[in-house]
């Protein structure tokens, strides 16, 4: 169809954008790198450790501390906070490349008496724009020429198109009717036509919505509020131990160690009583900074960072970090059903032939039969046949129907010899059908329409040998017609006869079937599969549909949704319902047909209120309020940009499975989270054991305050490394949700933490006064020599952080198995092996600094005995759980 318009002239296109502005959206204000640094430092584990940097400073100052003891905690911050950071920013640079790849489209548009290409953002009101199927309406505005079938599924959730026209009375938008009317982000199915712009850029619906969008208020993840609790409790717990500890290091040097209880120890000289008093102030500090997990939020971090590209590579794009572990915790996920359960297109997936033979790919039709219908469907079609890429042939001006079947039959649509038309019947809803008389390689009439009008006329059959066979009972056809129908297939037949096609255009009583084709949005092929998984997760999945309810139950059953207790509703019943009814009836709902987006953000108000993590996802503009709203959005990546700027996480490839798999590494990094805490929490309380009790058997620093610093910075900083690489198992799947209201560190964590925690510390108590173990670092001098205590000493700390580097293996699986996976984790090892490297080396080399001297090979032998001790430890105490309590391991592959 050929359009001629003269359109704007460069002055008018001047003036227009002076007056109404340009087509560009206005979008969510970016975060610069700092900005980003800045809010991460605002994480309440990152605060507590920049009050205690504050402190450490205050005190390096004054010259109680060295100066490295700051700069150790400096360094942990900016680590943790620079990784997160980077990781974050780098993301959404990918995310930026997809929004200017939507500003790059080009639209035809009507410019100085030409047809021109321009950008979508360089359109003014009162251009004059061309449009075609697949096009992508640009702007707000008026049908001035052609007739449209446009699909605004995006923008009101209806999946049927509607039907626009040109109006030639109704040129303005103030007049015009809403047949005419056309609108930015509404996708053009079939037709040609122009329209003229009369509302561009944030004046458009499409922006006006945006816009409520950027003013709506971000939410804090299930996992930001169990770490805001966490930090709290471990900021009780360090307040608390510090208190203990300045305590009991006064009451060691006033009644252990001074004659005469407190009325000697005031004869002291004062700067010798100011000196302990300080002493244990900084104690008591380091003791604060020592019970906070500094590695955590770098290890946070370090994983996302890790799985970024692995995530990336299964067309997964986290926007923001901490939406994948949200992901992990889902329990309930509201899917659309259109294109991410299905394909998003109608495909045809069973050819019914006139014997009740089905056929679902070409090649296994009969060779006669298959070229005779690829003859009538290539020659009954007013659609523009393109094959200039014979695998992707371009059909301009075919439906969504005729795509199908045209699609099917690709490898027979070129066509040698001359075909000439004789006569034609048009399709229209009455008649439901169309017919195309030809002539050349065979002089036939062909037809093809609705399968129940079609069989009503056929008396005869083509075999597979290209013959025609009576046709006398067709109650066989019929039946398996209502068995597709039933399966949400949509019925075409095509046949042929010798008969023209007669002046009152009615359809021939003597056709001779070439077959039915049944077709549908077809599911994708792991569909069932990935929604299984979601349900042997523990996620519930309510699939939401714009379609009639019986074809979204058809398409529910196929996909693996339903169970004995699960129902379908629509919009209609759902709006019917309280609050209250609804809450009773969501945990066995699993499909909603004939849905409107508003009813996606009811459903994410009331599962939230349920207490439920709440997943959405969402392609449409109305559907981006939803997606906003939920605890974890999902947008589509052939959504609307709006969409996209409301999720946290982007499905490049629209598939259900690419959710599931970000659900599989949230699982993850909360695992890997939990078995960092275990790890780290049994050092800290260990740590805090020693140095309370140190003083009571005459010990001042069992463990220097140096020394404290250096285990926890070690400790953290690589420890949290070794924990980052853990691998994604499929096994985590099999496992239910972490309830939201659950608390980070459960029971069988604890018990882990305190028993290990508190053995560690009796063991490094027995290590410290009991004399044979002494003797074996003496070389020979008295075990109370100066030169002795040093040797002690120095075999006590690579002892004490050997003792929790061989814990590692421990803590990272609950099974009784150690090494379970452990090559998966190619960081862990290496890691392992650093600590126990970099531990050996600055005990050589760390001096009056870390309080030590060089050790002999039989001394390290000794400390590298003693320090597996926690792992028979902990695996008694994984025996002794998986036999009076639940196997975790097992409960997850049940």
């Known amino acids: 169809m050929k359009f001629k318009f003269a359109g704007l002239t460069n002055q008018e296109v001047t003036d227009s954008r002076s007056q109404y502005g340009t087509n560009v959206l206005t979008t969510m204000d970016r975060e610069t790198f700092w900005d980003k640094l800045f809010n991460n430092a605002k994480d309440p584990i990152i605060v507590i450790l920049l009050f205690a940097l504050g402190i450490t400073i205050v005190l390096t100052i004054l010259g109680y501390t060295e100066w490295y003891e700051s700069v150790g905690i400096a360094i942990a911050v900016f680590v943790a906070t620079f990784v997160a950071t980077w990781s974050e920013h780098s993301n959404e640079n990918e995310f930026q490349k997809l929004l200017e790849e939507a500003s790059m489209i080009q639209v035809k548009v009507f410019r100085n008496n030409h047809l021109t290409e321009i950008r979508i953002n360089d359109l003014v009101v009162g251009d004059y724009i061309r449009l075609q199927p697949g096009d992508t309406i640009p702007t707000d505005g008026v049908l001035i020429a052609g007739d449209l079938e446009v699909n605004e599924a995006s923008l009101t959730g209806e999946s049927e198109p509607v039907h626009k026209k040109f109006n030639p009375e109704d040129t303005s938008p103030e007049n015009s009717k809403q047949d005419s009317h056309v609108f930015r982000a509404a996708l053009i199915e079939d037709g040609e036509g122009v329209m003229k712009a009369t509302a561009i850029g944030d004046k458009t619906r499409y922006g006006e919505t945006m816009q409520e969008i950027i003013t709506a208020e971000d939410r804090l993840s299930p996992l930001q509020e169990k770490l805001t609790l966490l930090g709290k409790h471990i900021s009780t717990f360090g307040y608390i131990g510090a208190s203990f500890i300045f305590v009991a290091f006064l009451f060691n040097h006033i009644f252990l160690q001074t004659e005469g209880g407190l009325a000697a120890y005031m004869l002291l000289p004062t700067g010798e009583i100011i000196t302990h008093i300080v002493t244990a102030a900084i104690l008591a500090i380091i003791v604060i900074v020592v019970a906070v997990p500094e590695g955590l939020p770098m290890m946070i971090a370090m994983v996302l960072a890790l799985n970024m590209k692995k995530l990336l590579a299964v067309k997964v794009l986290v926007r923001k970090l901490l939406g994948i572990e949200t992901a992990g915790s889902l329990t309930v996920l509201f899917s659309d059903k259109t294109g991410t359960l299905t394909q998003g297109k109608l495909v045809v997936e069973e050819f019914l032939t006139g014997n009740n033979e089905r056929y679902q790919e070409l090649t296994t039709i009969p060779d006669n039969l298959r070229h005779m219908v690829a003859f009538s469907l290539r020659n009954n079609t007013s659609a523009s046949i393109d094959l200039t890429d014979p695998q992707n042939p371009q059909l301009l001006g075919a439906d969504r129907t005729e795509q199908a079947m045209l699609r099917f039959m690709t490898p027979l649509l070129k066509q040698e010899a001359e075909i000439s038309i004789v006569d034609m019947i048009a399709f229209n809803s009455s008649r439901k059908f169309s017919a195309m008389q030809v002539e050349g390689e065979h002089n036939l009439t062909l037809i093809k329409g609705a399968a129940e009008v079609i069989l009503a006329n056929c008396t005869s059959y083509l075999d597979g040998n290209g013959n025609k066979v009576a046709l006398t009972d067709t109650s066989s056809l019929e039946a398996e017609m209502s068995n597709l129908s039933g399966r949400a297939m949509r019925l075409l037949a095509v046949a042929i006869t010798d008969t023209p096609i007669n002046e009152n255009k009615k359809l021939a009583q003597d056709l001779t079937l070439l077959g039915i084709f049944g077709m549908r949005d077809a599911l994708r092929t792991n569909s069932y599969a990935s929604v299984k998984t979601a349900k042997d997760a523990g996620v519930h999945v309510v699939m939401i549909t714009g379609d009639a309810k019986e074809t979204a139950q058809a398409i529910g059953t196929d996909v693996g949704l339903f169970t004995d207790k699960s129902n379908t509703i629509t919009s209609t019943e759902l709006a019917k319902l309280s609050d209250a009814e609804?809450?009773?009836?969501?945990?066995?709902?699993?499909?909603?047909?004939?849905?409107?987006?508003?009813?996606?953000?009811?459903?994410?108000?009331?599962?939230?209120?349920?207490?439920?993590?709440?997943?959405?996802?969402?392609?449409?503009?109305?559907?981006?309020?939803?997606?906003?709203?939920?605890?974890?959005?999902?947008?589509?990546?052939?959504?609307?940009?709006?969409?996209?700027?409301?999720?946290?996480?982007?499905?490049?490839?629209?598939?259900?499975?690419?959710?599931?798999?970000?659900?599989?590494?949230?699982?993850?990094l909360f695992k890997s989270i939990r078995k960092f805490l275990i790890f780290q929490l049994t050092v800290n309380l260990s740590a805090i054991l020693v140095a309370f009790l140190g003083p009571f058997f005459g010990f001042d620093l069992p463990l220097t305050m140096t020394q404290l610093l250096w285990i926890n910075i070690i400790m953290d900083t690589l420890a949290g490394l070794a924990f980052a690489g853990e691998a994604a198992l499929d096994r985590y799947m099999l496992e239910k949700p972490i309830p939201k209201n659950e608390q980070l560190i459960n029971k069988d964590m604890w018990s882990s933490i305190l028993i290990n925690g508190g053995i560690a510390a009796l063991i490094s108590m027995i290590f410290l006064t009991y004399d044979p173990v002494r003797e074996l670092f003496s070389r020979g001098m008295d075990i109370h020599s100066k030169e002795a205590e040093a040797v002690f000493l120095t075999a006590f700390f690579g002892f004490f952080v050997f003792m929790h580097a061989f814990n590692t293996f421990n803590a990272r699986t609950e099974s009784l198995n150690l090494f379970e996976h452990i090559l998966k984790n190619?960081?862990?090892?290496?890691?392992?092996?650093?600590?126990?490297?970099?531990?050996?080396?600055?005990?050589?080399?760390?001096?009056?600094?870390?309080?030590?001297?060089?050790?002999?090979?039989?001394?390290?032998?000794?400390?590298?005995?003693?320090?597996?001790?926690?792992?028979?430890?902990?695996?008694?105490?994984?025996?002794?759980?998986?036999?009076?309590?639940?196997?975790?391991?097992?409960?997850?592959?049940?």
């Open 582 to 668: 609804l809450k009773q009836i969501l945990p066995d709902l699993s499909v909603i047909a004939r849905a409107y987006p508003k009813d996606k953000s009811r459903l994410v108000k009331i599962a939230k209120e349920m207490g439920w993590v709440v997943g959405m996802t969402g392609d449409g503009v109305n559907d981006a309020p939803a997606v906003k709203n939920a605890d974890v959005g999902f947008s589509m990546g052939s959504g609307t940009e709006m969409t996209k700027e409301s999720s946290d996480i982007v499905i490049l490839d629209d598939n259900f499975s690419s959710i599931t798999t970000a659900m599989l590494y949230g699982r993850t």
């Open 826 to 894: 190619k960081l862990f090892l290496g890691v392992i092996v650093t600590i126990f490297t970099v531990q050996t080396v600055f005990i050589y080399i760390g001096g009056e600094i870390l309080r030590t001297v060089p050790l002999q090979p039989m001394e390290w032998l000794y400390i590298v005995t003693f320090s597996m001790i926690l792992i028979p430890i902990d695996l008694t105490r994984k025996l002794v759980r998986n036999i009076w309590f639940n196997n975790p391991v097992l409960k997850s592959t049940n």
